[in-house]
């Protein structure tokens, strides 16, 4: 695959995939912002309105039916922060057009209803419709709480906000239920034209035939904008100071230990990749040392991965477990980064930790969604890599940098999730 | 060697189908310039094959969560385990344990041979230990308690175990802590002989793969194996539920519920599988007149979802999500569904349902890891993948209208909710 980037509007850049193996098309629009106290909850339910209708098909309904009428097309909005950027998409997907039964063209369809949604929205004046505005409120407020449902999101979710604290990454990807409480239909309306006007847009096209006409469309429609993208921008915190630790009990059977590092690196510097392998290395793979030695030989957990995050910079390791071993757990964890700073890392570990890596860089090449990302990941960084380009800078990473990037971990904050002592 | 090709002119897609001669069941897809390749081994075993008994002989009932419980130890030899040995090849593996089968997998895009052979050689060589079932008791028990945690888990429990009196489907697939207590390596080599015979399984491949690549690893990796009859025992069920509403407290905010429909459990074939998908798009898809109302009324959110849920002696519909008002928003189901039985389907809404299944199947055919899975599916109920995208084309208003009226008895079914103690929620 080949990426194909074009400037068409100040700030927005139309990026092309042509590939005929799949049967499908998708069209993806993310603006992104800094993110921020004052904007994120209305973004966030920004978001959920534009994708409910627009001035074509003005309900939730009459939308849910052209698209299912298009071969059961998508039309679907996330809302995400990477490091300190608020990052809003609409992405429409639906079958290529060489298998419609009726030889309609789906791709043109669904690039005009794409545009459609996010330039043509349902207003009355300047401001979106009440009703459709109560319904996200309330579906927004829903997934918010529902997030509690799940224990181990909601683990995660607690310990980032408490390390964070006081740093724009402590602010959830949606803001707060209260900020969501005052967003009105006006309020609303100027958070779209300010979204419009200040985010870096970036569109991504992956299917068979040329995007001439998605391209027309968004360059008319970016061109009527006073485009004012906005400088876009995460802190890196490479020092902790003594480790936070919180607990907070609640009915659970299992006990969740959450463990935040500051990495010490942290996007545009080179010294991602050597943190990303070694991160892979303790607790990415069914090879890797805390599932070998934490699960495996100790039998104390069913999970216990660590992940890293290129834009923040910080390193999560999660588990759950029985109570009773939340202090043997974490011991078992730290031992493990302890050997990685002293070196022992054995060749097997690296090189298999590589392969891994670079399969699954490989495997993205196989998907619609996994070229999206492939790229869309990348959006953040200065210029693109090539699926081999990455290959080769994973490789040549080496024992010593991999040993130096466990060596700038900082443990800054223990979150652990239990029940009250003695209860079952 | 039996080889067939199965062709779809409307998919633009072929596969292959071989019967080896060591007994087992291989379909090969290949996807034209695609870099990566998906290989999933399956026997037709899973968590409700507890009481069984091989060539007439003498009737064995296990532990509940053996199949799981195996499906874990299977991956490690005298040797080392696999994870290990896939680490030389930079595949990526996994399995899973399903009510009805049992899946080994691995996708990579190098080295595929070597991955195969590694695939095939541990599934084929058990090797349990006291010392090494054992071992597995800690892990598979935070496992179990990951799932004791999980709201959607428990609710979906809570409901089969008031839908069904007897069918072991009620039971969880990994078993409780006291049931695999129980496990021994003795009883897992029992399961293991019954259930892990080349018959009784099917290997799929998908992606940058031939038929002649995977032949070559399976001649040279299976031996012959003697084919033998295998009885599975269901104590009777009745057709009526259990109970008509269970609620459980648990820690959560957002309250979630399962309203199932109980359901004959008669196979089905493509063309009222593909019936039922078309009629359940109908009723309850974003596109539905239900869907509206359920949204006008805060009754539901976007996680609404249905599904048909089937296997060997059960099957029924399921509609769930999260509900600040579970009740109300099942009554609202129930009365929608009564009204359409009465006042008929809407053509339109069918041909949008038709198309929107339709597309649904096509596009899963992007993805190595989704052919393989569902080849497999479909292979255990004894059904094809490209006879049903046909049978989801051709499908004919008249017959889903006929499925209706089979179906989703108001009288039949459960309402399972799990919900926040006072102080975590306000419901109703």
């Known amino acids: ?424 | 060697m039996n080889k067939t090709e199965i062709k779809s002119l409307r998919a633009g897609d072929s596969y292959y189908k071989l019967q080896h001669s060591s007994g087992l069941t291989i379909y090969v897809y290949p996807k034209e310039g695609y870099r990566s390749s998906y290989a999933i081994i399956g026997t037709k075993y899973g968590s409700v094959n507890n009481c069984f008994s091989v060539d007439n002989g003498k009737k064995i009932t296990v532990p509940d969560g053996i199949a799981h419980y195996l499906e874990h130890k299977l991956f490690e030899s005298a040797e080392g385990d696999a994870f290990t040995r896939y680490a030389e090849t930079g595949a990526s593996a996994n399995a899973y344990t399903s009510f009805e089968k049992t899946c080994y997998l691995f996708s990579c895009t190098d080295r595929f041979e070597e991955s195969l052979e590694i695939l095939l050689d541990f599934v084929s060589d058990p090797y349990f230990t006291a010392q090494t079932v054992a071992k597995e008791q800690g892990i598979i028990g935070q496992e179990i308690k990951m799932y004791d945690d999980s709201p959607d888990w428990r609710v979906m429990f809570n409901m089969l175990e008031n839908m069904y009196h007897n069918h072991p489907v009620r039971i969880d697939i990994a078993g409780t802590v006291e049931s695999i207590a129980e496990i021994t390596a003795e009883k897992l080599y029992d399961c293991y002989h019954a259930f892990y015979n080349l018959h009784n399984m099917a290997l799929c491949v998908s992606g940058n793969v031939t038929v002649e690549q995977v032949l070559a690893i399976c001649d040279k990796m299976l031996k012959p194996c003697e084919k033998h009859s295998i009885q599975n025992y269901f104590e009777d069920e009745p057709d009526e539920i259990v109970n008509p509403y269970v609620e459980q407290t648990f820690p959560v905010m957002m309250p979630m519920f399962n309203l199932g429909f109980k359901e004959k459990p008669v196979p089905l074939n493509e063309k009222k599988l593909a019936a039922i998908d078309v009629l359940l798009f109908m009723l309850a898809s974003p596109t539905s007149a239900l869907y509206r109302e359920l949204m006008d009324h805060n009754l539901i959110n976007n996680s609404f979802s249905y599904e048909l849920f089937d296997g060997p002696g059960y099957c029924s519909v399921i509609f769930g999500g999260e509900s600040r008002a579970p009740q109300q928003a099942a009554e609202m189901i129930k009365q929608y569904i009564t009204r359409m039985k009465t006042e008929g389907l809407d053509r339109d809404d069918f041909e949008v349902a038709r198309k929107s299944v339709y597309g649904d199947v096509i596009s899963s055919l992007n993805s190595v890891s989704a052919i393989a899975n569902t080849v497999m599916g479909y292979h255990f109920s004894d059904n094809e993948l490209f006879a049903y995208i046909d049978a989801v084309a051709d499908m004919t208003f008249e017959e889903v209208s006929a499925c209706l009226s089979e179906m989703l008895d108001v009288n039949n079914c459960t309402l399972s909710v799990v919900k926040g103690s006072d102080t975590e929620a306000a419901d109703e």
Not at chain 1, 84 to 92: D, G, L, P, R
Request: aromatic share 8%; with cysteine; glycine share 6%.
């Open chain 1, 1 to 424: 695959m080949s990426l194909c980037r074009q400037q068409i509007a100040e700030g927005v850049y139309f990026n092309t995939v042509r590939d005929s193996r799949f049967k499908t098309m998708k069209l993806s629009v993310n603006l992104f912002v800094p993110l921020s106290e004052q904007t994120a909850s209305a973004n966030a339910l920004l978001a959920g309105v534009l994708s409910r209708s627009c001035q074509a098909y003005p309900d939730f309904t009459a939308l849910s039916r052209k698209l299912s009428a298009l071969y059961g097309a998508d039309l679907t909005v996330s809302c995400n922060k990477l490091g300190e950027t608020q990052v809003i998409s609409v992405s429409a997907s639906g079958l290529d057009d060489r298998y419609a039964l009726d030889n309609e063209s789906i791709a043109r369809e669904l690039s005009g209803l794409l545009c459609g949604v996010i330039f043509a929205p349902n207003l009355v004046g300047d401001a979106f419709v009440t009703e459709e505005v109560e319904q996200e409120r309330r579906q927004l407020l829903d997934l918010i709480d529902s997030e509690y449902n799940d224990k181990r999101v909601y683990a995660i979710a607690r310990m980032i906000e408490l390390m964070c604290t006081g740093e724009v990454f402590g602010i959830r990807r949606y803001g707060t239920a209260e900020a969501i409480q005052t967003v009105t239909p006006a309020s609303l309306y100027e958070a779209w034209k300010n979204l419009l006007r200040n985010s870096v847009a970036e569109i991504m096209y992956i299917g068979d035939s040329a995007p001439d006409q998605a391209i027309s469309v968004f360059t008319e429609a970016f061109r009527a904008v006073d485009r004012r993208p906005c400088a876009l921008h995460s802190e890196i915190v490479r020092e902790a100071g003594e480790v936070k630790r919180f607990t907070e009990t609640v009915d659970v059977s299992q006990a969740k230990l959450v463990m935040g590092f500051r990495a010490g690196t942290a996007l545009p510097e080179k010294g991602i990749t050597a943190a990303a392998l070694m991160c892979a290395i303790l607790g990415g793979t069914a090879t890797s040392k805390l599932f070998c030695n934490v699960r495996e030989k100790q039998s104390l957990c069913y999970y216990c991965a660590a992940r890293y995050d290129k834009y923040k910079g910080i390193v999560i390791i999660d588990s759950g477990v029985e109570g009773e071993n939340i202090e043997k757990l974490e011991r078992g964890i730290l031992k493990e980064i302890e050997d990685m700073k002293n070196g022992e890392i054995s060749e097997f570990e690296i090189n298999s930790t590589k392969m891994a890596i670079i399969n699954s860089y490989q495997s993205s090449n196989d998907t619609v969604s996994g070229i999206e990302s492939w790229y869309a990941s990348q959006l953040m960084q200065d210029g693109f890599k090539s699926i081999e380009e990455a290959c080769e800078v994973i490789n040549a990473v080496t024992k010593e940098e991999i040993v130096a990037a466990a060596n700038r971990l900082r443990l800054d904050t223990i979150y652990v999730l239990k029940n009250q002592e003695g209860e079952q």
